[in-house]
């Protein structure tokens, strides 16, 4: 009897003293979260690491583990067209937060390899990589932070002090980047998947993609854009860990030049911004 009373006292105390729980979509968000919100909660990511989330199906388990999320925080990406809908109507109290609104989307630029005249087509889709750029993620962390405050106003103090530090150093980022890009000379660089089109337009940079609507690109395109790369100069080019590095290679091999890896997933999302800001500083020469 003695047993069953001190295991009902260790559930009974887990689950009081149990950290509140949200969702986000990407591990980046719970860097951002985790920013504001500190040992206050428990963040879940939807899009586990390795998987691109334009194209990620929650498992069941995840669908499940929502019930004890008091609130989503979305991002725009692709797979949150499809599935927040579902969310909401088999979790009709849970809080969806737009951590974009009011934050101006970029068209997705798609690199056109057919006529040199046209070399980039806007198609009007929005660019879902908003938070690889400093001063977008002060918009989405403003968003968040005033979700947090309205789910736990108990802690208004300690998430404010926080997400003023957090915006101050969002600031601070984004100045040092500036300095450290001012001086590139080769302001093109070279990338499969079309990921840091905010980066590159906050810099003063200039994204060519390889790949055409998510698809490797045919012998004729892939031809161009080696063509290109020498007339630019291009000696680098940059791939992500959740896409295919076969046309970056060899690209690369026509060009004598190398490939090299950034990560636009991330956890921690400082560091790899300044890891990503180091890397372009050295290889756009």
């Not at 938070?131 to 002060?138: A, E, F, N």
């Not at 998430?159 to 890009?181: M, R």
């Not at 690109?217 to 007339?231: T, V």
Request: avoid cysteine; glycine fraction near 2%.
């Amino acid at each position: 009897m003695k047993r069953v009373l001190l295991l009902f006292t260790l559930l009974f105390s887990t689950f009081l003293y149990a950290k509140p729980t949200v969702t986000v979509s990407i591990v980046p968000q719970k860097y951002f979260v985790e920013q504001i919100a500190k040992e206050l909660l428990h963040v879940n990511v939807m899009v586990s690491p390795g998987s691109s989330p334009h194209t990620y199906e929650p498992k069941p388990s995840q669908m499940k583990e929502l019930a004890n999320s008091d609130a989503y925080f979305s991002i725009g990406d692709g797979f949150e067209k499809a599935w927040l809908p579902k969310f909401k109507s088999t979790h009709p109290k849970l809080l969806i937060v737009d951590t974009i609104q009011g934050l101006e989307k970029i068209p997705m630029a798609e690199h056109h390899h057919e006529e040199k005249a046209h070399q980039h087509d806007e198609h009007g889709t929005p660019d879902p990589h908003v938070w690889l750029d400093p001063i977008s993620v002060k918009i989405q962390a403003k968003n968040i932070y005033d979700a947090l405050v309205k789910l736990y106003p108990l802690h208004v103090k300690a998430l404010t002090e926080n997400y003023e530090a957090f915006n101050a150093s969002l600031d601070t980022l984004d100045a040092t980047i500036q300095n450290k890009l001012s001086n590139v000379k080769n302001r093109k660089f070279i990338i499969f998947h079309p990921s840091f089109g905010y980066f590159a337009k906050r810099y003063n940079l200039e994204q060519i993609a390889i790949e055409v609507s998510g698809k490797e690109p045919k012998p004729k395109e892939l031809a161009r854009i080696i063509e290109e790369a020498k007339e630019e100069n291009v000696k680098v080019i940059f791939v992500s860990p959740q896409f295919s590095q076969k046309s970056a290679q060899t690209i690369a091999t026509q060009i004598n030049g190398k490939v090299l890896t950034i990560n636009p997933l991330a956890y921690e999302w400082r560091e790899n911004m300044l890891s990503v800001a180091e890397i372009f500083e050295s290889e756009l020469k």
